[in-house]
């Protein structure tokens, strides 16, 4: 039997209710968060997006593993404006819970979503008065997905990165990540792309620290 939206939208706000009532129990909790994932192409944009914040604090209260589940499932349905307010949140929050879900979530990007990661990585990567912290899970991040990206994503992710390591005045941990970044990117390019990375970085290292 299918539900109406109105009786959708009774089981929706059951489900956000239970999952946030500190009362309920845990287990219960859990499967509410899993029940939220797995009818997720049922709920509408606002509903997503409640959904999100629901699942959200309730991570931030507890790594539950169905909350994390859910997050994932929800967040790749989420539209490009609250997608890409949900990437930020992600990139900005500390803690190996979000570096987990970011990288399972990085694994499911379809290709528009997987232009906005790569848009925003490469912005808070190219800015130096942002924090080295955010710098560095922008490299780690564009390493993951770089398996996926195509030849012009990847070109101006090395170009980056290979600018990024050549400038002194960078952070020295932000350079060292983007020498591993444009050496990964490397193995996936031309040859040229790879003669380039090794000549730029035998050129970095002779006054590095590294060395």
Known sequence: MKLKEEQLGDVFQCFIHRLSDQKEN?????????????????????????????????????????YREALETITVKLSRKQFDNAFNYFISENGYRYSDLLERIAQGLDEKQMNIALNYCMDKLNDKYE???????????????????????????????????????????????????FGTIAVNLNEKHFDDAFKCLTNGLKDSHWI
């Not at 030849?151 to 020498?179: H, P, T, W, Y």
Request: aromatic share 8%.
């Open 26 to 66: 845990i287990y219960n909790r859990g499967k509410y968060a899993e029940l939220l994932g797995k009818l997720s192409m049922k709920w509408n944009e606002k509903q997503l997006h409640d959904a999100f914040n629901s699942l959200k604090d309730m991570l931030n209260k507890d790594n539950h593993w169905e």
């Open 131 to 181: 924090h080295r912290n955010i710098r560095i899970k922008c490299i780690q991040l564009l390493e993951m997905i770089s398996n996926k990206c195509n030849e012009q994503q990847l070109n101006e992710a090395f170009n980056s990165s290979m600018d990024i390591f050549n400038d002194k005045n960078n952070d020295e941990d932000v350079r060292g990540g983007c020498a591993e970044l």
